[in-house]
Every structure is written in structure tokens, then in C-alpha cells.
């Protein structure tokens, strides 16, 4: 690794901690926050999730039809993101609110995808690909900063100073990015012709794709509430913008840490691992509502799902090594679609029983289901046709 290629590494990085540990995640420690000061109801606070996730959909979709200009519309995506963060904190109405987490989750979607086809096809093109974990320790980088800083900065600034402090923060690392991908030329991406080999939709990855969604729908619900559902629980209180800080903290390391594991174990056994702990960490707090549990469920949560993340992406690169924009478009849009319906259906069913056990037991099942996709569509394929990639 030369000092250029990690610094093109590094703000990818870089960009990943914008837009998803800040202008995606940070919504997690402050809804609390704003739920008290402009009494939103649960409910609500779930229509702002979705509004977010319904636009990361629609940027997911979208960035899987990109071709030419990559780097360019990618950075208009960037500046357009950190500008509805600043934008948050400057206004009190719930609609605008809606149409700002939209946006955020517009631009987050094209900066994931795009940035994630790029820094793989790059890293691919100097033989460098098992560098690539190391991208996605800007979620977890990102999650941990917006921990860390929201019950500081909202101390002193209230719930609205904080988005625009985290926007001012955004814009440095954006300039910061710039800088430091000022020579980089990205090429212009190749439609590939379509042919039976060129078929995404089939054979494993369609399992995959499933499975994947279905991790988005389980897995947002604690994203989105667990600080909300653990300061809601007056014994742990204080523990709660702690638990996020510790989600932060085992994200960081986790993707470079799962994708060790897959020189020694499969990828889908080792996907399976991380599924089987996030189920454990989802329905920690249902059992147990003590400050190892909540906190162990943080990190759990923190720990698995960039490794999930990680490890399905690298993965779908490695079945369609040539459709990296694509395969990383089609996850990422199934992933979309489970968490429009995560905080909504969530909702619902706090509603329905009156209890923050409801929402933690539906999102484990989920994603317990997943893990039973994907174990059954892996062994459907290598039945019909056993594969290399295992």
C-alpha cells in the first residue's frame, strides 16, 4: 500500500463516516432528545426513520445505473448530505424533517454504493482486495464519533445545535476527502452484455439478496431505537448515548476482523456466525434489562451487522467480480426496502403491546430468518450446481 492508494482508501473511509455513522446513524442518539424537547411520539420518531430509509432506497436503486462521472456525482452527493445535516438543526418542522431524512437518505444511498464499487474496483486493480474490509470501519467510525459528541454537544446546544455541529464536522471531512483524492481519475464503468453468466438474479446470490433484506428490515429496529428504548428504561438511563458509543466502538474494527475469518472458514459459515450473534444481541434487553445486558447488546449489535455488512458485499463482488455496481446496487436496495418497513412495523407493534420487548423479539425473529435463507438457499445451490465460492 502506497501512500496515494491509502489515502484514496482512506476517503472512501471517510465518506462512509458521513454519510452513514453521521447523517444516517446519528439520528439514533439524538431522537431521544428530540422526541423530548418537541414531543414526538414513538410513532413519529419511526415516520423520520422510514422517511430516511425510503430515500436510501430510491439512492441505492439509482447509484446501480451509474457509469460514467462516478467520482463527480458522488461528491454532489456528499455536499448535498452534509448539507441536509446542517439543515436539521434549523428548523422545527416535522415536515421539512421528513423531507430532509429523505434526502440524507438519498445521497447516503449513492455515496454507499458508488463509494463501495469504487474503492473495490480499486483496490481489485492493484491486487490489493484484501484491503477492502477496512472501508467499512468508517461506519462504525462515524457511529462511535456521533456517540461520543450528541450528549456533549447537545448539553450545551440542545438537540439542534448538535445536527449543525455534526454538519461542520461533516464539511471538514468532506474538504478532507477532496484533498486527498484531488489526482485520483476514476474510469468510466462498462455496461456488461447481458448473458446467462451476467444474470445476477439467480444461483446463490439471490439468496443472498433475500437474506440481506431481511437483515435490513431486523436489524434497523434496533438500529433505530436502541438508545431510545434503553433511555426509556429509567434504571438504565444513563447508560443509554454510552450503549451507542459502544455500538461505535465494536463497529470500527469489525469488518477487517470478519474478513480475516474467511481465509480460514467459508464466507457463508462465517456469515451465519454474525447472524446467529446479532440474534443474540437483539434479544438481550427482552431477557435482561441490566447494564452488562444493554451494553453487550450494543456491541453485538455494532460488531455484527458491519460485519454483515462487509462480508455480503465482498462476497456478491466475488461471485459478479465485474458487476461490482450492480451486485453492491441490488443488496443494498433489497437492505433499503427492509428498513422502510423495520421502523414503521416496529412501531406498530410497540403500539400493539405496549412493551419495547415486542419490537427487540419481531426484529430477532427477522433476522433469525434470514439466517435460515441463507443457510437453505446455500445448500439448494450447491446441490444443483456445486460452487468454488463457498
Same mark, same amino acid.
Given at each position: 500500500?502506497?501512500?496515494?492508494?491509502?489515502?484514496?482508501? &482512506?476517503?472512501?473511509?471517510?465518506?462512509?463516516?458521513?454519510?452513514?455513522?453521521? @447523517?444516517?446513524?446519528?439520528?439514533?442518539?439524538?431522537?431521544?432528545?428530540?422526541?423530548?424537547?418537541?414531543?414526538?411520539? &414513538?410513532?413519529?420518531?419511526?415516520?423520520?426513520?422510514? @422517511?430516511?430509509?425510503?430515500?436510501? &432506497?430510491v439512492g441505492a436503486l439509482g447509484a446501480g445505473f451509474i457509469y460514467r462521472n462516478k467520482k463527480n456525482f458522488l461528491l454532489l452527493n456528499v455536499f448535498v448530505n452534509v448539507a441536509s445535516i446542517l439543515l436539521m438543526g434549523?428548523?422545527?418542522?416535522?415536515?421539512?424533517?421528513?423531507?430532509?431524512?429523505?434526502?440524507?437518505?438519498?445521497?447516503?444511498?449513492y455515496i454507499f454504493v458508488l463509494t463501495s464499487s469504487i474503492i473495490m474496483d480499486y483496490l481489485a486493480s492493484h491486487l490489493l482486495s484484501r484491503w477492502s474490509g477496512y472501508l467499512f470501519t468508517g461506519i462504525g467510525l462515524?457511529?462511535?464519533? *456521533?456517540?461520543?459528541?450528541?450528549? #456533549?454537544?447537545?448539553?450545551? #446546544?440542545?438537540?439542534?445545535?448538535?445536527?449543525? !455541529?455534526?454538519?461542520?464536522?461533516?464539511?471538514? $471531512?468532506?474538504?478532507?476527502?477532496?484533498?486527498?483524492?484531488?489526482?485520483?481519475?476514476?474510469? /468510466?464503468?462498462?455496461?456488461?452484455?447481458?448473458?446467462? /453468466?451476467?444474470?445476477?438474479?439467480?444461483?446463490?446470490?439471490? !439468496?443472498?439478496?433475500?437474506?440481506?433484506?431481511?437483515?435490513?428490515?431486523?436489524?434497523?429496529?434496533?438500529?433505530?431505537?436502541?438508545?431510545?428504548?434503553?433511555?426509556?428504561?429509567?434504571?438504565?438511563?444513563?447508560?443509554? @448515548?454510552?450503549?451507542?458509543?459502544?455500538?461505535?466502538?465494536?463497529?470500527?474494527?469489525?469488518?477487517?476482523?470478519?474478513?480475516?475469518?474467511?481465509?480460514?472458514?467459508?464466507?457463508?459459515?462465517?456469515?451465519?456466525?454474525?447472524?446467529?450473534?446479532?440474534?443474540?444481541?437483539?434479544? $438481550?434487553?427482552? +431477557?435482561?434489562?441490566?447494564?452488562?445486558?444493554?451494553?453487550?447488546?450494543? &456491541?453485538?449489535?455494532?460488531?455484527? +451487522?458491519?460485519?454483515?455488512?462487509?462480508?455480503?458485499?465482498?462476497?456478491?463482488?466475488?461471485?459478479?467480480?465485474?458487476?461490482?455496481?450492480?451486485?453492491? *446496487?441490488?443488496?443494498?436496495?433489497?437492505?433499503?426496502?427492509?428498513?422502510?418497513?423495520?421502523?414503521?412495523?416496529?412501531?406498530?407493534?410497540?403500539?400493539?403491546?405496549?412493551?419495547?420487548?415486542?419490537?427487540?423479539?419481531?426484529?430477532?425473529?427477522?433476522?433469525?430468518?434470514?439466517?435460515?435463507? $441463507?443457510?437453505?438457499?446455500?445448500?439448494?445451490?450447491?446441490?444443483?450446481?456445486?460452487?468454488?465460492?463457498?
Open positions: 500500500m502506497t501512500r496515494q492508494r491509502i489515502g484514496v482508501l &482512506f476517503g472512501g473511509v471517510l465518506l462512509l463516516v458521513i454519510a452513514m455513522g453521521i @447523517s444516517r446513524f446519528a439520528f439514533t442518539p439524538i431522537l431521544p432528545f428530540m422526541r423530548i424537547d418537541e414531543g414526538l411520539s &414513538f410513532e413519529e420518531g419511526g415516520y423520520l426513520a422510514s @422517511s430516511n430509509y425510503i430515500g436510501y &432506497f434549523l428548523t422545527h418542522s416535522f415536515w421539512l424533517w421528513l423531507l430532509l431524512r429523505f434526502i440524507a437518505g438519498a445521497t447516503g444511498g462515524g457511529i462511535a464519533i *456521533s456517540g461520543l459528541l450528541v450528549p #456533549f454537544i447537545e448539553h450545551t #446546544f440542545a438537540w439542534e445545535g448538535t445536527w449543525i !455541529w455534526l454538519g461542520i464536522l461533516s464539511t471538514l $471531512l468532506f474538504m478532507l476527502t477532496l484533498f486527498l483524492w484531488r489526482h485520483i481519475t476514476i474510469h /468510466d464503468g462498462e455496461k456488461v452484455q447481458k448473458t446467462n /453468466d451476467t444474470k445476477i438474479l439467480k444461483g446463490f446470490m439471490l !439468496w443472498l439478496i433475500v437474506a440481506y433484506g431481511l437483515e435490513g428490515l431486523g436489524y434497523i429496529i434496533t438500529g433505530t431505537f436502541l438508545v431510545d428504548i434503553i433511555y426509556n428504561i429509567e434504571s438504565l438511563r444513563p447508560f443509554a @448515548s454510552f450503549s451507542w458509543v459502544i455500538a461505535g466502538i465494536a463497529a470500527a474494527p469489525a469488518a477487517p476482523i470478519w474478513m480475516a475469518m474467511i481465509s480460514k472458514l467459508s464466507t457463508v459459515k462465517v456469515l451465519s456466525t454474525a447472524y446467529i450473534l446479532q440474534v443474540i444481541g437483539i434479544l $438481550l434487553p427482552v +431477557f435482561s434489562q441490566t447494564a452488562w445486558s444493554v451494553l453487550l447488546s450494543a &456491541f453485538l449489535f455494532g460488531f455484527t +451487522f458491519v460485519g454483515i455488512v462487509s462480508l455480503s458485499t465482498a462476497y456478491a463482488r466475488e461471485l459478479f467480480p465485474k458487476q461490482s455496481g450492480a451486485v453492491v *446496487s441490488a443488496l443494498t436496495t433489497a437492505y433499503a426496502l427492509g428498513q422502510i418497513a423495520g421502523p414503521i412495523l416496529a412501531s406498530s407493534v410497540e403500539a400493539y403491546f405496549n412493551s419495547f420487548k415486542a419490537p427487540l423479539t419481531f426484529a430477532g425473529s427477522i433476522v433469525a430468518f434470514a439466517l435460515v435463507i $441463507l443457510a437453505f438457499g446455500k445448500y439448494l445451490t450447491n446441490r444443483k450446481q456445486p460452487s468454488k465460492l463457498t
